[in-house]
């Protein structure tokens, strides 16, 4: 697809609908940033392109300015910002000491809560600064009583609640590396991811609530320690039940015991480029790739990110609706970095009903709103109407990522949620545990369009043949570095896989793997993973584009397309779609489904058949499995191609399965990932 279609949801259009009023832009981090870095050679005025442009082609006088523009603690000696270099081999302020913990606790006010938190389990309650400050301290004693030192890693199987945050921070003072995974993974699901970081402690809980439904998981737990022989110690939080009711003796201790010794707070002073935590890729092929994060280059883009593009303050509520096991829930917690209440939810989102999240905006007070493109869309799916229903006067931001967010989930928000609501739609990545493209308050919100390319991201898009193309779809790469990029995979010491990743395409810059179209205007727009992408007589589309035309009908709640090349046949096209209850494929859905296609789409992206299946395979974080399937109805093992627990529902792989057999007989072994 060439970048002059009218596209899906009409982003050539591209309705506006918000402005930012001028106290917003007047009084905004951003503008205040802006002013203060002109004599590093900021441009003046509100001219977003142009403090853009400033900020990637000046990345030493850019990231200095963050640094001094949030008044970053830590040390520096004279020289260079970023080294010169390709990427990856480049190091970002060489010599320069500091710790992310510090600059997350440095904004402690003692008439304010820090963290908001409610689950299932626990009722809706708040910690203080002061009471987190005095609990990150007594844990980091606890860690350094146990002999955790700087590099170590801690493991921590753990739900969203003060816990996790309170030892994320804990692990940072001492200079330990954190590791987290939600108790909504399977065991085996975490076993490999913590086997490879070697993880010498282990926090975990005994089980976690969900929609009504509890889930023990001691045995879990056991068995999980079993397989870690590097765990020296296994630290339990009761959450489900009392605690006389978790293993004691040797090797096992109580949440309590670690914190009981009260003591001040005290951080290390780590190198720029140390270890903060360790993230996983999806593992969706192969064992998940553990990408290892930096204090520095962490604290710095998040600053910029969640400072700048959010407008992120100490007044503000900062929800994100996510699990210990998505890069958002490292993303929330670095709300703390601005001084922001950070608000915490555990449990169902649809529980007791699908307006569970707009309550808890309503009754915790929340500013800024985050969930994710799929959230949004169900609760658009529901009826629901947010804004009539529950008292939103105080939120001033929506945030959606995880996927593409249509046209039409634009208009939902502004229908239906809030009508003076700032909506920031945001795409990045776990490997970069930020957005590459992201809001900003100088701009408008047009439907369907995210507003900007992040400050100091030099995104763009290339075509086939490694040159940028100028709107048009194009693979979404960065050219230039930036501080969060992963300083390595853990266990990859020549970098190997961390190079084949993400520079083997194109050598010396970044690909991410998403088709991205930078609008003229700014503007960007997603159009899905380009190792997905559906190609019909040589037209290029995302398959995002064909899933806003065909989940925008009130009959279909999800839906997944494949372009198949088979050796021995024509392409097939399939599309997979679930429907709402009570409704059936018959032939005049069929015609609709068709029908919407090719005219919001392409008559040539018309699938070659519709299948109605139960429900469609995703990723523990929700993401769609399309490369897998791809695979599966090209004839390959899906025991050979999938790795089941990174699978959030494995049974939902069986039609798929089923259909590979009709077309070509039995499945041939593949190759493993």
């Not at 590396?177 to 010498?200: L, N, T, Y």
């Not at 040797?250 to 670690?258: K, N, S, T, V, Y």
């Not at 198949?564 to 096209?573: A, D, I, L, Q, S």
Request: net charge negative.
């Amino acid at each position: 697809m060439n970048g002059s279609g009218s596209g899906v949801g009409g982003e050539d259009t591209a309705e506006v609908l918000w402005e930012p009023s001028a106290a917003l832009r007047e009084g905004c981090a951003l503008t205040r940033f802006a002013m203060a870095a002109r004599p590093a050679g900021a441009p003046s005025g509100f001219e977003y392109t142009a403090l853009w442009r400033w900020s990637v082609g000046d990345l030493d006088a850019f990231w200095d300015s963050v640094w001094r523009f949030f008044d970053v603690r830590g040390t520096r000696p004279p020289g260079p910002v970023v080294t010169p270099g390709t990427m990856p081999d480049v190091a970002w302020f060489p010599g320069a000491t500091l710790n992310y913990a510090e600059q997350a606790l440095r904004h402690a006010d003692r008439d304010r809560p820090a963290i908001v938190h409610l689950s299932e389990v626990r009722p809706l309650d708040s910690v203080s600064w002061s009471e987190l400050g005095s609990q990150v301290a007594a844990a980091a004693a606890g860690l350094r009583a146990l002999g955790v030192q700087p590099g170590d890693r801690v493991a921590a199987y753990l739900p969203n609640i003060p816990e996790a945050v309170v030892g994320l921070l804990a692990c940072a003072s001492v200079g330990a590396v954190w590791s987290s995974c939600s108790p909504d993974f399977g065991g085996p699901s975490v076993a490999d991811r913590f086997r490879q970081i070697e993880p010498v402690l282990l926090l975990a809980t005994d089980g976690h609530r969900y929609a009504g439904r509890d889930h023990d998981r001691r045995q879990v737990v056991v068995e999980l320690a079993r397989q870690l022989p590097s765990v020296r110690r296994v630290v339990w939080i009761p959450y489900l039940g009392a605690a006389d009711q978790l293993p004691h003796g040797a090797g096992h201790m109580l949440w309590d015991e670690l914190l009981r010794e009260p003591a001040p707070l005290r951080f290390e002073p780590v190198p720029f480029g140390h270890p903060l935590w360790i993230l996983y890729s999806s593992g969706t092929t192969g064992l998940p790739k553990p990408i290892v994060q930096s204090h520095g280059g962490i604290a710095l883009e998040h600053l910029k990110a969640l400072g700048l593009h959010h407008d992120l303050g100490p007044e503000d509520r900062f929800f994100w609706f996510t699990t210990t096991g998505w890069m958002m829930w490292n993303f929330l917690v670095s709300g703390l970095l601005l001084g922001a209440t950070i608000v915490l939810y555990d449990g169902s989102p649809a529980h007791p009903d699908a307006g569970a999240l707009w309550q808890l905006a309503e009754t915790a007070g929340v500013t800024l709103f985050g969930t994710s493109a799929g959230q949004l869309t169900a609760s658009q799916k529901a009826g629901l109407a947010p804004g009539e229903r529950f008292d939103l006067s105080r939120l001033r931001s929506v945030g959606s990522t995880g996927s593409p967010l249509p046209a039409a989930g634009f208009r939902w928000v502004y229908q239906a949620v809030k009508r003076d609501l700032w909506l920031a739609s945001v795409s990045g990545g776990t490997d970069v545990c930020t957005g590459f493209v992201l809001g900003a308050p100088w701009l408008p919100v047009r439907a369907g369009v995210i507003q900007c390319r992040a400050l100091g991201a030099r995104v763009e898009a290339y075509g086939p043949d490694g040159r940028p193309v100028s709107d048009a779809v194009g693979e979404l790469v960065v050219t230039a570095p930036m501080p969060s990029m992963p300083i390595g995979f853990w266990n990859d010491p020549e970098r190997r896989r961390y190079r084949a990743s993400y520079f083997e395409m194109f050598p010396g810059v970044w690909r991410h793997g998403d088709w991205v179209r930078i609008r003229p205007d700014g503007g960007v727009v997603i159009y899905g993973r380009s190792d997905s992408t559906i190609n019909r007589l040589g037209v290029r589309m995302g398959s995002s584009e064909i899933y806003r035309a065909v989940e925008a009908l009130p009959e279909v709640t999800d839906s997944l397309v494949v372009d198949v090349e088979r050796p021995n046949g024509p392409e097939f096209m399939p599309l997979f779609v679930v429907l709402a209850p009570g409704r059936a494929l018959d032939p005049e859905l069929e015609a609709r489904i068709a029908g919407q296609i090719r005219t919001t789409v392409s008559p040539r992206h018309v699938p070659d058949r519709i299948i109605a299946v139960p429900e469609i395979p995703k990723t523990l974080n929700g993401k769609k499995l399309e490369v897998p399937v791809k695979r599966i109805l090209q004839g390959l093992d899906p025991g050979a191609i999938l790795n089941p627990g990174s699978v959030a529902n494995v049974a939902a792989l069986a039609p798929f399965v089923a259909l590979a057999h009709e077309l070509q007989g039995p499945v041939e072994p593949g190759p493993a990932g």
